[in-house]
């Protein structure tokens, strides 16, 4: 199952590590949070449906 995390990384078409620089947090927490391992914190969540589609590449 692809987590939203993954799924909005994959549409911004961005690295893990570049997720991660965004969010300020880690690429290993990126990678937890898509593999189930661990869920982000509601703040992570809200910075995450802000970020727009304009940091496509």
Avoid: C, F
Wanted: proline residues 2%; charged residues 25%.
């Amino acid at each position: 199952m692809v987590t939203e995390v993954k799924k909005k990384r994959e549409q911004l078409n961005l690295t893990q590590q570049e997720l991660a620089d965004m969010l300020y947090v880690t690429r290993q927490s990126i990678s937890n949070w898509e593999n189930g391992k661990s869920h982000p914190n509601s703040d992570i969540l809200k910075q995450l449906n802000n970020i727009q589609l304009s940091y496509k590449k």
